[in-house]
Each structure stands twice: as C-alpha cells, then as structure tokens.
C-alpha cells in the first residue's frame, strides 16, 4: 500500500495506522555497505528473514541478553562492553546506528518524493508521521533545525508539510500546534533561503521569495576569488542543483494538497503575498548567520537587474554546464550523491531535465533509501548513507587500545572489521575528477561507503590506522598490501593546508572572507573549508604510525608535515587551554585529539606547557561524580557550557582519553572518572545513549549513537594498559 504519487491529494484521506509492526522491520546491509530498511507485510518472508539482534536493538525492542559478571576491573568492562558491542557487528563486517539529529533533511526527501511522484509506502508514511510526532517540541509542538533545538521556521514549516503529505491531517491536534508555532513565527514568508526553495518547487511560495542562485556562478573561471570550485563541498554540492531548480523556477502539479498547504502555513492570505518582498524576510530564531551587506547588494541586483535582463542564451548554456555537473556528481557516486540535501535535489533536476520515467531519476529513488533509518521512534533521516567506515575504524581501535586483539575471543569479530575496511578502501579517481574539481582519493576511505566516495582527511585516517595495527598484529590476515597503504598515505599527503592544518573534504581553497556571501542564514562557517583540530590530529597520527612501520617511505615529506600540523594546533590553543571542537561537542572533544598530537611529538604534561594547560582546562571542569558534561550550546556559543542533565559518559570518555594521552600525573582524577564509566555501565554490558554527541556548521547537532561504545571501551582499555593493577 502506498500513500503518494500525487494521489495523496486532498484532505479526504483515509488516516494512517497509529504505527506498523515493529518486529516486521530489517536492515539489510549489502556486502557494499549499502543498509536499506525494509518492512516485511508477507508473513512468509518474515519467517525467511529472521529479525537479528542488532535488528531488534535499532528498533529498541528487548534483546533479553543474561546479565554478565560484575567487572572487577577496566579490562572486564571492556570485555563486557565489546561482548554486547560484538552484537551489532553486521554481516559485511562493519557497525550501523542511527544518525539523526538535522531536522532539515527528512522534508527535502519527502518533497522530493512528492514533486516526483514517487509513491511512499505505508509504513515508511506511517513510520515518518511517527517520527515527526515524537520529536516534536514538547511545548509548542513545532521542530528547530536539529532534534534539541528551539523551534524556527525552517523545522517547523518543512516538517509540517512533510507530514501532510505522507497523509497527515491538518486537523489532528498536533498539526494544530505546529501550525499555531508556525504562525508565531511570522509563517512560511519568514522561511530562510533553503526552505523557501523546496516550499517553491512545491508551489506553496513561489520562486521570486528565493534569494538569486544563479546559475551564471559556474561559468566563471577558476581565477575569480569567489567561483563556487573554492566553496566547501557541501554548500556548492547543494548550491548546484538548487541553482539549476531556480533558475527553471520549476514547480509540481498543482494539486488540492497544495492549494491547501497555501492556506495552512501562512500567516497572510496567499493570493496577496508580494513574493519578492519577502526574500529577506526571515525569523530571528532562523537567522544564526545573518547576512551580509555585499550579498544584500549582489541579491538586490541580481534580482532587480539581472534576471530581469538577463539574455537566453546565458540562462541556457550556464543551465547546460549546471546540469553536466550534477550529472558528473551523480556519476562519480553511483547516484547516492555527497549528502541527504543534494541527492533529493539531484533527482528532482533529474526528473525535470530527463522526464518521469527516467534511468536517472529512478536510480536516485533507489538510493535515497540508503538515508532512512527506522527505530523505535518512527522513520528519520540519517545525515549521511550511513557512518560504516568511520565507526569500524573506531570500533577496531577500541579493542586494541584494551590490548585485547591478541585474545582468540575477539579475533573473529576484529577480521571481520578488517575485512569491511578492505571491501571499502577507494582504489581509483572518480570518472570526473578534474572537471568537477574533486580531491585526489585514490587509497582513501570515506565516511560511510565506498560507493559514495567523498574522502575526508580524517575518515581516511583513523581507517587506515586500525588497517596497519591489526595488520601488524601477528596472525591477521594482510588483506591490504603495502601499495595500497602508499595509495593511502599518497593521497593523505594532499590534504595539508598552507598553514599546516588539515581541513575535512579538501583543503581551503579560499579564506574566511567568503563567509560574506554564505547565504543560507541558518548555518555558520559553511561557505569554505577550515583547518580542525580534530581532522589534523588524525593525519598526524596516522602518519606517524604509519612511518614507523615504514620508516623510508615519503619521509622528508612526512617529518616536516607532522611538525607542521602539531605547529598549527598549538596556535588554535584559546587562553583558558582548550580547543574548539567543530565536529563533536566540543571543548572536551577538541581538546581529547590536540593532547594526543601533541603526544605524538613526544610533548606532555611534563614537557610541554600547552599539553599542562589543556589538561589543565579538563581538569577543571571535572564535576564532583568525577565525569565530565558539555552541552550542544558550547559549540553555537563558543564557550564552554554544562549540560543540564550531568555527567555524560561519551564526554567524560574523551577527557579521560585526552589526560591519559597527555600523561597527566595525577592518577586520581581519572581513576574517578574510569569508575564513573563503570558505574554507568549497564549489567548485560552496553551502554545507554543520553545527550546528543557530535555538531556540524556549529549550530546543527548530529547523533553518534555508537560513541558510548567506542569511547568509553577506549578509555577504559587505555587506563588498564597504563595501570593494570587498578581494580574497579
Ligand atoms: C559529517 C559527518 C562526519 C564528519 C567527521 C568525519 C566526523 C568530521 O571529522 C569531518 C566532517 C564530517 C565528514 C562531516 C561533514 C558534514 C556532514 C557530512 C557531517 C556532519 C554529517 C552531515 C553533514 C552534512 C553537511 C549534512 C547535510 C547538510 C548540509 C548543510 C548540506
């Protein structure tokens, strides 16, 4: 049964299921990588397709694991925690969890299936109703940019429409609120940029209330300091197809949805809205990142000079070369595109250049799903297709910090983790590398899969570490040649930056200054790459155990590479001896990898006043239980900030990490903190998630469900090997 394909198109429909069958739901995880959700209505096919434990534990349905014997020390904590860990390891060898948080992404993907026509299953329909509804503010009932944020425009008015279109009433008391919320808010007139463009291609505002994307931007050579090859990957990945859309001003079918959807999100009545008044009409909870006066003025003229004159042939040739690049992106990622906001956008230039019926836009429809992830909650939107490079990387390194990759107990489960990473290792350029101004990648591995196909410096760093530990671990199988691991160091070799850090996808390829034109208001520090801390940090490690197992290989590069990179974190020290973590909250995640580069160079707490004085900041945010607890608002603010609900076991994980690394002299802070994380530790050995762990763009939080695992295992074996004679 299906709700959509535009035949969900008037307010007379049949309601939907209060919620589907939970132990009808499986993940399949092809030898790629690739995980799709699936509800199996067929009792047959159920029998053949027996839900798994890890199944069960997504779905948050009981696993009834006996409860294992107390931990007497760190090391039985570990082995507790990897035997429940060992669980969730799916057949092609890697781990899965959910990864939500944006609340961005699940409307663009519901849009897309709307103004495409593709049909949407009953219980992915019902799933998303469900998710939608339970995390929805509690008091207002709207939704804010991600799952802990204060309701805006952009979460309210987009998941509001997402959810009358797989079916929803606008009469259900929580559609009331929202909308009550949305009101408040000015309406969908004050959306930001990115939502008055999916509410244009539906047709509920129209184009002229969009800011100029103009298509021109990619005929511009590559010497102009601001053309969008210099932008970071993901704003000109999702600036590409938003342009191509603008400048068709293409719209769906008008069906009574629509019609009714004008009369539900605004606050004015629809047939007088002066559209193009509107275009900078925005509300403050939206605008994190106002905008500037020079895109003010660029937006100004574009709108009221240019596009008024602007001759068809440079509308068509610059929506000729705009097309020729989102078709080179889809090909060199086999259609699953950089992220969840450029691949729905992708398909819906596909369905409007290449038609309903076409291989392009089905292959999209195909792929999409790699971003659904189902639990107990309903259906979300993952902010990737999935984190299976990057968690397996950290799982493997969590057993082994623990010294335990030499136990036979765990040897299967670690072969298998190295076997995923081989499957995954990228062994050649993408089709489209020069033209679509793509980083070198060759040996690299990504976040999620191969297929998709983007190396971030770090990704292809902490993958290739656990690669060389288990493969000089006597009795692993060597799975990777040497020339491969050269591949590898070859292309993470490209990614240092001028001033010695290392950003994510590329290096910056203009400075700061660009921020002037970020357009999207809800995001800040997007508009180019940025050095990180906490990228360096992994390139200088694994460079560094890299040479010693290699010592001639590429050396006189890669000496003064790590001098460099150590060189440039040390001038991201702030006073108060912390760093500033842009991918993981925040301080204390920032501050776990600068300790260990700064180790990596031989300099600690006893040596080196920066290493003191980084330890020396954790330190004094350690709370009485001995843990440690940063909230999300650190990372908009820029300061440190308690969570309110206490000490949290991923963050007090990463301090314990950082003053181990730093060699920090004083055991018995830390000897608190280990017991806290063995406190919290949960009889059958897991443990249980609590505040949401990771950030991007400074004001978007995103879940790293499998941290609670990764981390405090690592800590705990870290400890142990350093103080084995600690008990509990
Ligand atoms: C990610 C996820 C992983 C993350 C780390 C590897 C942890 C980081 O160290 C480097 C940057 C990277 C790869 C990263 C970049 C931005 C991503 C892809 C995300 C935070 C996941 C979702 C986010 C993406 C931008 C979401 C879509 C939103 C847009 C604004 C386009």
């Not at 760093?461 to 590898?488: C, H, M, N, W």
């Not at 070859?490 to 200054?513: I, V």
């Not at 890669?558 to 974190?569: D, K």
């Not at 206490?646 to 017991?675: C, F, H, M, N």
């Amino acid at each position: 049964k299906t709700v959509n394909g535009n035949t969900n198109t008037s307010t007379k429909k049949t309601r939907l299921p209060e919620r589907t069958d939970l132990s009808r739901w499986r993940m399949r995880d092809d030898d790629d990588g690739c995980q799709t959700w699936h509800y199996l209505d067929d009792d047959a096919e159920a029998k053949k397709w027996p839900q798994t434990l890890a199944d069960k534990y997504f779905l948050g349905l009981p696993l009834d694991l006996p409860a294992l014997p107390a931990p007497e020390t760190p090391l039985d904590a570990v082995r507790n925690g990897l035997t429940f860990f060992e669980h969730l390891q799916l057949p092609p060898g890697n781990w899965a969890c959910e990864y939500g948080g944006p609340m961005f992404l699940l409307p663009g993907i519901v849009i897309a299936w709307y103004v495409t026509k593709t049909p949407i299953s009953e219980a992915y329909a019902t799933e998303i109703k469900n998710y939608l509804f339970a995390r929805a503010h509690p008091e207002d009932g709207g939704w804010g940019l991600h799952i802990e944020g204060d309701s805006s425009v952009l979460g309210t008015v987009l998941n509001y429409v997402a959810l009358r279109i797989v079916g929803v009433d606008a009469e259900e008391p929580q559609m009331q609120k929202a909308r009550a919320t949305l009101h408040r808010l000015g309406g969908a007139t004050n959306s930001p940029h990115w939502a008055k463009v999916w509410l244009s291609l539906l047709g509920v505002t129209q184009w002229d209330i969009v800011n100029p994307i103009p298509t021109e931007l990619w005929l511009l050579p590559d010497w102009v300091p601001f053309a969008p090859w210099r932008w970071w990957i993901h704003i000109r990945m999702v600036f590409l197809p938003m342009s191509y859309m603008y400048s068709k001003r293409w719209s769906c079918d008008e069906t009574p949805l629509i019609r009714e959807l004008r009369a539900e999100v605004f606050v004015q009545d629809w047939a007088r809205i002066n559209w193009h008044a509107h275009r900078n009409s925005i509300a403050p909870i939206d605008n994190y990142h106002p905008k500037s006066w020079v895109l003010n003025s660029a937006n100004w003229l574009l709108a009221n000079v240019w596009n008024p004159l602007r001759p068809n042939f440079v509308m068509n040739m610059s929506e000729q070369w705009v097309s020729r690049l989102i078709e080179m992106e889809d090909e060199n990622t086999d259609y699953a595109d950089l992220a969840p906001v450029n691949n729905p956008m992708n398909m819906v230039c596909c369905y409007i250049r290449d038609g309903p019926g076409a291989v392009s836009v089905d292959r999209h429809r195909e792929r999409l799903h790699e971003f659904l992830w189902m639990k107990n909650e309903g259906l979300l939107c993952n902010g990737t297709n999935g984190v299976q490079c990057w968690d397996t990387a950290f799982a493997i390194q969590s057993v082994m910090d623990a010294g335990l990759e030499t136990d036979e107990r765990w040897r299967p489960m670690l072969t298998k983790a190295l076997a995923f990473l081989e499957s995954q290792q990228i062994r050649e350029e993408v089709p489209h590398k020069v033209a679509s101004y793509r980083q070198q990648r060759k040996g690299a591995w990504t976040f999620s899969n191969k297929t998709q196909g983007y190396a971030v410096s770090d990704c292809v760093s902490e993958a290739l570490k656990s690669v060389i530990l288990l493969q000089k671990t006597p009795g692993y199988p060597q799975l990777i040649e040497d020339q491969r691991i050269f591949d590898a160091i070859d292309t993470l070799l490209t990614f240092q930056s001028p001033s010695g850090g290392c950003a994510s996808y590329e290096p910056p390829r203009a400075g700061e200054w660009m921020e002037t034109l970020n357009a999207a208001e809800v995001f800040g520090c997007i508009m180019v790459e940025y050095d990180y801390p906490e990228c360096t940090t992994a390139v200088v490690t694994a460079l560094s155990l890299f040479r010693k197992h290699w010592p001639e290989y590429r050396a006189d590069e890669i000496a003064p590479f790590i001098q460099r990179s150590v060189g440039w974190i040390k001038t991201k020290q702030r006073p108060d001896g912390s760093w500033y973590g842009s991918w993981g909250i925040c301080f204390t995640y920032a501050t776990m990898f600068a300790l260990e580069s700064l180790y990596s160079v031989g300099e600690t707490y006893a040596n080196s006043a920066p290493s003191k004085n980084g330890c020396d900041f954790l330190i004094a945010h350690q709370r009485a239980d001995g843990g440690w607890s940063e909230s999300y608002k650190a990372c908009e603010r820029m300061e440190y900030v308690e969570h309110p609900s206490g000490s949290l076991v991923v963050q007090t994980a990463w301090a314990v990490i950082g003053l181990l690394k730093a060699e920090y002299p004083d055991i018995e802070p830390i000897r608190r903190a280990i017991r806290f994380l063995a406190a919290r530790q949960q009889p059958n050995g897991e443990w249980l998630q609590e505040a949401i762990e990771g950030v991007f763009n400074k004001s978007c939080m995103i879940s790293y469900p499998n941290y609670k695992f990764m981390f405090p295992m690592k800590a705990l074996g870290m400890y142990y090997r350093k103080h084995p004679e600690e008990k509990l």
